[in-house]
């Protein structure tokens, strides 16, 4: 089990605004990492500079033994990273099964001249992609809603439905952005084993969420982000009495036993597409 | 000219400031300032000759009022019947330039009817010759082109209606709320903007640049037709980008860069080639810096 | 034909009363069974054909010239109906190619007639036209010439395509217009293409085969419809089988969402350019026919009003759909006539017909905005997508305020606006 991915010294610089400073985080293959912090600590800021939505002012990200830094998005779902949106992004007009396909569709080849002539690669690519997408509605459980446009599913069936498209795309690591936002704790209890099985299937998973019931229960390590800072690192029972991490979140002057942070005031609205 | 396109240009920046909203439907705006002051004073109080002296300023400010107004007229007739519906049914961005090109059509390709009186026609009008060319009171020669008194007005005319506008918006309330409005719509609304009115407000002032403009088009170039609206609007568009699309004083910088550059090539290049490297400088703009020159705040 | 992604092709075969559900629920409420299920054994029998539909289509829009020659329209016969069903033809050209740029992959194009031009002019250029003294790259015959007549709208669609598909759609819409009249007036200024006087003579093509020789020409009208026949079936099908994998899935995801699509891996510029690039092509196919039909082109044939109102015909005909754009194209060149037929001349009650016509469309353009944004026949998941993709405050246009250019970097750069880290 070796280091997955390595953000070293990534620094975010907006004009004159600093969103990360200095962040080191590695991610160890096989594990689930979570990545907390209060509101504004720029933990999605450092998933842009991940995935090629950002190019980090400084610092740099290795994966796989080879640099990511700065690459576009799509060529960073290619080298085998994915993720999902706090906001969910999906295509709503779309259905479920195709929202999904599209996942798939990263790794076919089907060029254009495949797509004009119907090339026997077409054909079979199509019908593979179609199983394929079935199979991770499936796995999701939302296989149901296949044919539903995905605008008209449940918000934690959206959720599902974005991570499966995510999974389509045969990723190493996989990025969720606060996949328990807005669920009744029913369906967080279904997305934690999800993860889980998401894992145990043999894919790297690196979260963020507000939710600590939801976070230290699943992670093997964790980090905190304040600041744009990296304040604390490891396991998460360490990291949980760790002063520092307590004072981000509750504010200076609480010394002790750090307990639970308070249940940060996630947004709930359904996603505005 | 370069002045002409920054007075054009101030309506496309107002109206994008606000609503984000590229009114395509401006250049008829335009050119209905030169077609209604053509046939309110030309046809239909038949005024033809020259004018001097205080008679001549009265003239010319009563020539560019009535543009204006009308113009401005049209453009919130224009927002009223081409944009207010989309606002109310949540278009797509795609509707609302769509609705704004048919609106542009319409109107510019009715000008070109001639069943009704006010109506142009197919072929050039000429305008009432308010303003003598040849005048040789005001005319001087500065820096190797011929400054003539139409020209002077323009220039002119221009400066004080930017003057004008710089104030409104940035110290009368109305102004303020246009710039509220452009800077965060929903904040705006719950400070008790009243929305609608502000859109109108926006639409009808540039309006009346445009009007404005058309008027100063007529005069300076004695004659109109009913589709002098399209290139010039299509380059005031790109002066507006080219100063900072939003920016009030970016569109008058960019309106006077352009007429620069375009006369510039003229000279290089060869007059034919005018109108390509007024087309090239959009897309030039738009890759290497696409927030203009002075960015994009409203306010300048 | 409505274009939409049949999701699951193992499923039972469709029937008519389903696809109707699908597609046109609000029709299919109205349409009592009686009716939908004996047109259904149509419906089912035609999907079963497969492939020879297309030789059906062409059979029978082969008939058309034949069926002109009636007497219950007898302004058809003779030149005058050949040259509407010629225009209506490459119009539908037209609008099957910008159906393609703008309905699957939402590209506002607004100087798609560019590459009309460029075809018909590489046509003219490479062929034995013009003056004696007029230049020419090659003296090939026509047919010879329309594969790079293709090349050059390829050619066109990238270069135009590379610099300017980062920009956000009203941005593109002016540049595209910009482009259109710069290669206007690059052709009225060079000496090569003869400036504003055109290029005339462009030979018309024969055919020269052992056992069967045609000159296209006076005689021989019906030839230029039977020449348009492949050239629109083959854009069909082209579309139909791109709608259908995974480039048209691709197109939709960008339009659908073009930060998320390039976050799973679609790569979004190469996908536009090549949207574009396929448009640009049919779209010199079009200007072949054109340049050896009518055998005479000049910079002022092809107007900046031209790209325009093709942009018109396939907004209202229906965007992203076959029949859609079909409808636009047979709207736009029939309506005028139609019109002008009806009045008995060339006015009503003094509004010029010819000049008037735009202004018609004009008005159509901003109605349809209004009250059926897709377009009349538009594929159901366009019709859908412009209802609905408002701002959720209903206030003003601000899908993102403040974001500008480069939709990649803006996008999120507004989600770190609205506060979260």
């Known amino acids: 089990m070796g280091t997955l991915m390595n953000v070293e010294g990534v620094t975010m610089e907006f004009g004159g605004l600093r969103a990360l400073s200095d962040v080191n985080i590695d991610i160890q293959e096989g594990e689930i990492f979570g990545l907390i912090g209060p509101n504004g600590a720029g933990k999605t800021t450092l998933f842009n500079c991940i995935t090629g939505v950002y190019t980090p002012t400084r610092g740099k ?19 085998g990273i994915c993720r999902t949106f706090q906001q969910i992004r999906l295509f709503p007009n779309m259905s479920a099964m195709e929202n999904v396909f599209i996942g798939v569709d990263a790794r076919h080849q089907t060029s254009i001249f495949g797509a004009i002539f119907r090339s026997p690669r077409h054909h079979r690519e199509e019908s593979e992609g179609e199983d394929k997408a079935l199979e991770l509605l499936e796995y999701c459980g939302v296989r149901k809603f296949a044919n539903d446009l995905a605008k008209n599913l449940s918000y934690g069936d959206q959720r599902r439905l974005e991570i499966a498209r995510a999974l389509g795309t045969k990723p190493k690591l996989l990025l969720l952005d606060e996949p328990a936002a807005g669920m009744n704790p029913a369906e967080k209890n279904g997305l934690r084993d999800l993860v889980r099985k998401i894992r145990d299937s043999g894919v790297t998973v690196l979260l963020i969420e507000h939710d600590m019931k939801v976070v230290m229960g699943l992670s093997d390590r964790v980090a905190v982000l304040d600041h744009g800072e990296r304040i604390a690192f490891g396991k998460p029972e360490q990291v949980q009495k760790d002063p520092k991490v307590v004072e981000a979140y509750l504010g200076a002057g609480t010394g002790g036993n750090a307990g639970q942070p308070p249940a940060s005031t996630t947004p709930t609205e359904p996603s505005d597409g | ?68 107004l009308f113009s401005g007229g049209v453009a919130v007739a224009l927002e009223r019947v081409a944009y207010r519906p989309l606002r109310k049914r949540n278009a797509a961005r795609l509707s609302y330039l769509i609705s704004a090109i048919g609106a542009s059509f319409f109107v510019t390709y009715l000008l070109q009817q001639d069943f009704l009186p006010f109506l142009t026609g197919p072929g050039p009008r000429q305008f009432p010759n308010i303003v003598s060319a040849a005048q040789d009171a005001f005319s001087f020669e500065l820096l190797n082109v011929r ?60 309006g009346v640049f445009g009007g404005i403009a058309g008027a100063l088009y007529g005069i300076l170039f004695g004659t109109i037709a009913w589709n002098i609206g399209f290139i010039p609007g299509v380059k005031a568009f790109t002066a507006a980008v080219l100063g900072g699309i939003g920016n009030i004083r970016g569109a008058m910088l960019g309106g006077l860069l352009l007429g620069l550059i375009e006369n510039m090539s003229t000279v290089c290049i060869g007059s034919e080639w005018k109108n390509v490297v007024a087309f090239t400088v959009l897309p030039l703009v738009l890759i290497f810096r696409p927030t203009g020159i002075m960015g994009e705040r409203i306010g300048g | 034909m409505a274009m939409t992604g049949v999701p699951t092709r193992k499923s039972a075969p469709e029937t008519l009363r389903s696809h109707l559900d699908r597609n046109y629920p609000r029709l299919s409420q109205k349409l009592p069974d009686t009716f939908v299920t004996p047109a259904n054994v149509a419906f ?59 309905g699957l992959a939402g590209l506002l194009d607004l100087g798609y007639v560019a590459f009309f031009m460029l075809g018909a002019y590489t046509t003219a250029l490479m062929t034995d036209s013009g003056s004696p003294d007029q230049w020419h790259l090659v003296t090939w015959s026509p047919w010879l010439v329309l594969p790079f007549a293709v090349i050059m709208a390829l050619v066109a669609g990238f270069v135009l395509g590379v610099p300017t598909l980062r920009l956000r759609g009203d941005y593109l819409a002016i540049v595209t217009l910009g482009f259109h009249e710069i290669v206007r007036q690059s052709v009225n200024n060079l000496t090569i293409t003869n400036g504003s006087r055109g290029i005339a003579q462009i030979p018309s093509p024969v055919i020269d085969l052992p056992f069967y020789y045609q000159e296209f020409g006076l005689d021989a009208e019906y030839y230029w419809w039977f020449l348009l026949i492949p050239a629109i079936l083959g854009a069909v099908l082209m579309i139909k089988h791109l709608d259908n994998s995974r480039v048209g899935r691709y197109w939709s995801a960008i339009r659908e969402d073009e930060v998320a699509a390039s976050a799973m891996g679609v790569p979004v510029t190469k996908m536009k350019v090549l949207a574009f690039m396929i448009g640009a092509s049919v779209s010199g196919v079009a200007g072949w026919i054109y340049a050896i039909k009518i055998g005479y082109i000049a910079p002022n044939s092809f107007p900046l009003l031209q790209s325009i109102l093709v942009l018109c015909a396939v907004v209202i005909g229906g965007l992203g759909s076959i029949s859609g754009a079909v409808l636009g194209a047979i709207l736009v060149v029939t309506l005028p006539e139609i019109v002008r037929e009806l009045s008995g001349g060339d006015e009503i009650f003094g509004f010029s017909i010819e000049a008037g016509r735009i202004a018609i469309f004009g008005a159509l353009l901003i109605l349809v905005m209004i009250y059926r944004p897709g377009g009349l026949l538009a594929a159901k998941r366009r019709r859908t997508e412009l209802q609905e993709a408002g701002a959720a405050d209903g206030v003003v246009v601000a899908e993102d305020p403040g974001a500008h250019v480069k939709t990649r970097d803006a996008d999120l750069w507004d989600d770190r606006k609205k506060g979260e880290h």
């Open chain 3, 44 to 102: 089912q029998g035609w999907r079963k054909l497969g492939y020879f539909r297309y030789l059906l289509a062409a059979i029978l829009m082969a008939t058309i010239p034949y069926l002109m020659d009636n007497d219950i329209f007898p302004i058809l016969q003779g030149g005058y109906g050949i040259n509407i069903l010629f225009t209506t033809g490459y119009w539908i050209l037209l609008t099957l190619g910008l159906s393609v740029v703008v």
């Open chain 2, 147 to 206: 400054v003539t008194t139409p020209r002077m007005l323009v220039v002119v005319g221009a400066l004080i209606c930017f003057l004008v506008l710089d104030r409104l918006i940035n110290k009368t309330t109305t102004g303020r709320s246009i710039r509220a409005l452009s800077e965060d719509p929903v904040a705006a609304q719950l400070m008790g903007v009243n929305v609608d009115k502000v859109i109108i407000m926006t639409f009808f002032i540039g």
């Open chain 2, 1 to 68: 000219m370069g002045f002409l396109y920054a007075l054009i240009a101030l309506g496309y920046t107002m109206v994008y400031g606000v609503l984000k909203l590229i009114n395509f439907a401006h250049d008829a705006v335009f050119a209905l300032g030169a077609v209604s002051t053509w046939y309110i004073f030309g046809e239909l109080f038949g005024i033809d000759t020259p004018k001097t002296g205080l008679v001549l300023v009265i003239t010319v400010l009563a020539v560019l009022i009535v543009g204006g």
């Open chain 1, 61 to 79: 990200v290795d994966f796989s033994g080879g640099s990511i830094t700065g690459k576009r998005p799509d060529q960073i779902v290619e080298v």
